[in-house]
């Protein structure tokens, strides 16, 4: 077994354990869980609604409804993956109520996809043409926001949290082939929006 997978299992195990012991009446074992999963809850639903206050109040509110549904999660499933998928639901809800959708905002990681997409079938014809980080960034932005909203949380749990295809398909309650459409689909509207949008910034 890999030391990664290793990692996993001593994690699931743990969460299963505390779980079992809120359930019994050990409140303060919530409190565990809560600390060890409060900064990916946070940065989850900040990815969504990019603003610090909403994302708290989103992320108070997840663990409020995990902890009166705790009940209902079984451990045949990554009780990380339950309580994200209650993230990114809770999120796309607070977006749907006030008429917006999900944003994003690209990383290192994203910019470097950025870069290859546009180099892939439009090389600059001089060093001039070059697009700068924070107008690749721009672009990016513009080129996920049109994203189907399936495609694009599957793309940002996968890019952006770096999540295994499992664990997302778990998030999404799908299958992992369901994932790979989804995630083939992002990318290749990405990569030919990407140079769309290059071309229109060219133009410009």
């Known amino acids: 077994m890999r030391e990664k997978d290793k990692e996993h299992s001593v994690s699931e195990i743990e969460?299963?354990?505390l779980v079992k012991e809120v359930l019994r009446g050990r409140s303060g074992s919530f409190d565990t869980l809560v600390k060890r999963y409060q900064s990916v809850?946070?940065?989850?639903?900040?990815?969504?609604?990019?603003?610090?206050e909403d994302a708290l109040d989103i992320a108070q509110e997840v663990f409020l409804k995990?902890?009166?549904s705790l009940d209902k999660w079984r451990p045949t499933g990554r009780f990380k993956s339950w309580l994200l998928r209650i993230a990114v639901n809770m999120s796309i809800d607070?977006?749907?109520r006030r008429n917006r959708k999900p944003r994003f905002v690209g990383t290192e990681d994203l910019r470097q996809f950025g870069h290859e997409a546009v180099k892939e079938h439009l090389q600059p014809r001089k060093p001039s043409d070059m697009v700068s980080d924070s107008e690749l960034g721009g672009l990016i932005r513009k080129a996920v926001d049109k994203l189907p909203e399936k495609q694009k949380v599957v793309f940002m749990l996968r890019?952006?949290?770096g999540l295994l295809l499992k664990e997302i398909a778990e998030i999404m309650n799908c299958t992992e082939g369901t994932v790979k459409t989804h995630l083939f689909r992002a990318t290749g509207k990405l990569r030919g929006e990407l140079?769309?949008?290059r071309r229109d910034f060219m133009r410009g």
């Open 195 to 197: 140079q769309e949008l």
């Open 94 to 96: 607070h977006l749907r």
């Open 15 to 17: 969460d299963e354990l």
């Open 41 to 52: 809850v946070y940065a989850t639903t900040y990815r969504f609604v990019q603003n610090r």
């Open 66 to 68: 995990t902890y009166r």
């Open 159 to 161: 890019h952006y949290e």
